[in-house]
């Protein structure tokens, strides 16, 4: 037998992780990284942290799992917590973000076959998306990487430019149900929506009848410096999918809606035998006290200022850095063309025990823990100047 017992369908490194302590990964013969990917932007306490394990541990005494055909008071609590806080009026509890991302699709095309209009299927999704690897995510994107082998996709998708409200209207017709768009491209190169884009196709909604759907999957949740990135263009969305940082490491996500964009999903439209049980909301409690609490968004901001700002005094010292792209500690470092950014993210990982996410258009991520302190940027700023100049002698060599 050739194939190894984990499908290989990952691209695995020799980092192998046994424990974590903070900001940083220990692997299992002692090496210590310091974790600037979080997980790709999962673990927004880090690792261990003391609140996230006890509550862990006394919810896992009391109840873990029941069926959703019963009452769930943490549930109910944690929604509740969610919509006081956000644009929402309910909350479907998933286990990744590709199911919550699946939901809000789902969510879309029956609230038009509530309102008699089920021919308006049709959802408009963007170049260097990533929604997930459901059929129906991988169908929303244009990405040869993900849909290759995985044909005929499902249909009811139309993908243009990113950032291109004149392609994104032209694009909408008769049989239109809303679109799909990340507020912040992770995967697709740490990109915003500018803001005209995404007010545009605001309006759009609003004028035709429309939803929009934001995937803050990875831009939610403290991680772009408000809660939610949306807050930062001064909009809302009709329905959105939120996971990664929700459970902080936990296998956690959601899909929040307005009662307008929810008005289709009844008893028997949609379900999740593990989404929401009681071991996930316990979690999602502990990690929303922490994100919410005093001071924490706060810091996302300012410490978010001191490491972009220290990145982009890296630029003039390194001939390989190009520009500094993103949001609060959602940041990417454009590398220019003839350096490949995965191999550089690679050296990094190897030689300088500094742990980054490569990403589209030739961009290292920078996805810290959210409870990064000055001395996690000093050392993250030394690892990555001295990563960029033996890579170019390794170059030049």
């Given at each position: 037998m050739s194939i190894t017992p984990l499908m290989p369908v990952y691209p695995r490194c020799d980092v192998r992780p046994v424990r974590g302590?903070?900001?940083?990964?220990?692997?299992?013969?002692?090496?210590?990284?310091?974790?600037f990917a979080s997980g790709i932007a999962v673990n927004l306490l880090g690792h261990g942290h003391p609140k996230l394990v006890k509550a862990i541990a006394d919810q896992a005494a009391r109840l873990m799992h029941t069926s959703n055909l019963y009452g769930m008071p943490l549930g109910e609590k944690f929604a509740q917590?969610?919509?006081?806080?956000?644009?929402?009026?309910?909350?479907?509890?998933?286990?990744?973000?590709?199911?919550?991302?699946?939901?809000?699709?789902?969510?879309?095309?029956?609230?038009?076959?509530?309102?008699?209009?089920?021919?308006?299927?049709?959802?408009?999704s963007f170049d260097n998306a990533f929604h997930g690897r459901t059929l129906g995510t991988i169908s929303a994107t244009s990405q040869p990487k993900m849909r290759d082998g995985f044909e005929p996709l499902l249909p009811g998708f139309t993908v243009v430019p990113?950032?291109?409200?004149?392609?994104?209207?032209?694009?909408?017709?008769?049989n239109t149900a809303g679109f799909l768009v990340e507020t912040v491209q992770g995967e697709g190169g740490v990109t915003p929506a500018t803001q005209e884009f995404l007010s545009g196709l605001r309006k759009l909604c609003d004028e035709q009848g429309m939803l929009l759907i934001l995937d803050e999957v990875q831009c939610g949740y403290?991680?772009?410096g408000t809660f939610f990135a949306y807050e930062q263009y001064g909009l809302t969305p009709d329905i959105m999918a939120v996971a990664k940082g929700i459970g902080a490491g936990f296998p956690l996500g959601a899909c929040l809606a307005t009662e307008e964009a929810a008005k289709g999903m009844v008893f028997g439209t949609h379900g999740s035998t593990y989404g929401g049980n009681p071991l996930a909301m316990a979690v999602g409690m502990a990690v929303l006290d922490e994100v919410l609490g005093d001071g924490f968004l706060d810091h996302v901001n300012s410490i978010g200022a001191r490491l972009r700002s220290a990145l982009e005094q890296l630029i003039p010292n390194h001939d390989m850095f190009?520009?500094?792209?993103?949001?609060?500690?959602?940041?990417?470092?454009?590398?220019?063309?003839?350096?490949?950014?995965?191999?550089?993210?690679?050296h990094l990982r190897d030689d300088h025990g500094l742990l980054t996410v490569g990403a589209g258009q030739n961009v290292v991520r920078i996805l810290p823990p959210l409870v990064i302190d000055e001395s996690h940027v000093a050392e993250c700023i030394e690892k990555l100047?001295?990563?960029?100049r033996s890579f170019a002698e390794a170059a030049a060599a």
């Open positions: 302590e903070g900001c940083y990964l220990i692997g299992e013969r002692g090496e210590r990284y310091l974790d917590r969610l919509v006081d806080t956000t644009f929402a009026d309910t909350v479907f509890f998933t286990n990744s973000g590709a199911e919550a991302v699946e939901c809000a699709i789902k969510t879309a095309r029956r609230y038009h076959y509530a309102n008699g209009q089920a021919h308006r299927h049709k959802i408009i990113f950032n291109d409200l004149e392609a994104a209207t032209a694009a909408v017709d008769d403290a991680r772009t190009e520009d500094v792209r993103g949001l609060g500690l959602m940041l990417g470092v454009k590398l220019k063309d003839d350096v490949d950014s995965r191999s550089f993210v690679a100047s001295a990563g960029a």
